[in-house]
């Protein structure tokens, strides 16, 4: 941990001054508002989920999850506060996901935070969505602190980091296609699973054999931490092209445990690598695919065989939340961050950078 941030953790100690934020998420079809305190203490946390909607439709419509975001914003708010038993004199300042997602889904987060943060005359803290998904992890673990390596494992994103600092990362490898969590969401839909497919490839799986089908692990030449999934999705579905052509009935189950523990392997692979050798000898994982239960049952056993302590969020705290939101900007506003009412989307905000 930084000298700066330290000793404003210990200043707020000495104030024994708490530090309330309201925090909103809406980059992608989850509208979401909680309440958390010192960035590790969640007082609530109201998720209003799209999916039943975007199920039909086979995956996110950008259009229908704006709108749905609008619908929605106010009434989850009122019941963050309400969950908390608190009114807006409890909140010290208000905090929004702005980037990256989808520009017309953040749009309606941004809005609102920033009309409350006006009519309230309270500080605006934007958030970067997946050092939210990191920070899930500080709510989870109370003593986990920087320095860590980190596994970024979203529907969007799959990164490797070097978490330096609250709120500082070096990115040491990205997927070079497919994010894991859009591999698992395509494969699902070729096998006719629905959305959104890790869940349900994640259930599956169980009764399926991995060792039943040889997937490829590829690797990125000169890049030992870089990821490539496009491969393993498309053997997947020349896997069950040929298997229709010759009029084969596929073992379902048996062929996405096998695409499971492909993908499995190549994350903790790279994973375990940058645990040990950056020297941290800890792990922490965050988003969407870091709930999958096959990856976390193997992250374990192998950082437990190589002395690595090993952390992760629970399920609810992986997907996407605002608590996650609140942990991330109480480090951010400590630092000092604050946002006017020019703050816009960023949908394509890179990790790190500050906008
Ligand atoms: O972090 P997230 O909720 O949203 C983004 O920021 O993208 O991640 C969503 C992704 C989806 O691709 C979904 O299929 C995947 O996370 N996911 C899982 C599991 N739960 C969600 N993938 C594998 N196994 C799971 N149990
Ligand atoms: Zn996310």
Same mark, same amino acid.
């Given at each position: 941990m930084s000298e700066e941030v330290k000793t404003n953790i210990e200043q707020n100690e000495l104030n024994k001054k708490d530090i309330t934020i309201l925090a909103i998420e809406s980059s992608c079809d989850e509208t979401a508002c909680a309440i958390v305190r010192?960035?590790?203490? *969640?007082?609530s946390n109201v998720i209003n989920t799209q999916i039943a909607i975007h199920t039909q439709y086979g995956g996110v419509v950008p259009e229908i999850a704006s709108r749905k975001h609008i619908e929605n914003i106010n009434p989850v708010i009122k019941k963050a506060l309400t969950d908390a038993n608190m009114?807006? @004199? @409890?909140?010290d300042a208000i905090a929004v996901t =702005?980037?990256?997602?989808l520009v017309g889904a953040l749009l309606v987060g941004v809005a609102e935070a920033k009309a409350l943060a006006w009519a309230l005359k309270k500080p605006l803290v934007g958030v970067h969505h997946i050092e939210g998904h990191i920070s899930a992890n500080f709510i989870q673990h109370k003593e986990l602190e920087p320095p860590f390596a980190g596994l970024v494992v979203s529907g969007g994103h799959t990164h490797l980091i070097? *978490?330096?600092? =609250?709120?500082e990362y070096e990115i040491v490898g990205r997927t070079r296609d497919d994010a894991a969590g859009e591999a698992f969401d395509k494969v699902a839909r070729a096998v006719g699973l629905?959305?959104?497919g890790g869940p349900k490839i994640d259930k599956l799986s169980k009764e399926g054999?991995?060792?039943a089908v040889q997937f490829p692990r590829a690797h990125v030449d000169d890049a030992p931490y870089d990821f490539s999934f496009s491969g393993i999705k498309s053997a997947v579905l020349n896997y069950i092209n040929q298997a229709e052509m010759k009029g084969e009935t596929i073992n379902k189950a048996d062929l996405v445990a096998s695409f499971q523990k492909a993908v499995v392997d190549a994350l903790v692979s790279r994973a375990v690598k940058l645990a040990k050798e950056s020297g941290y000898n800890n792990l922490a994982i965050a988003g969407? *695919? $870091? $709930?999958n239960s096959c990856l976390k049952e193997t992250l374990e056993k192998e950082c437990e065989a190589n002395g690595i302590k090993f952390y992760s969020p629970t399920p609810a705290l992986c997907t996407d939340n605002a608590a996650m939101i609140g942990a991330a900007a109480y480090y951010e506003y400590i630092k000092g961050t604050r946002h006017g009412l020019d703050l816009n989307a960023v949908p394509n905000l890179k990790l790190g950078e500050r906008i």
């Open positions: 010192n960035g590790r203490e *969640v007082i009114t807006w @004199d @409890d909140i =702005y980037g990256p997602g070097k *978490v330096l600092d =609250y709120g629905g959305y959104p054999n991995p060792d969407g *695919v $870091a $709930a």
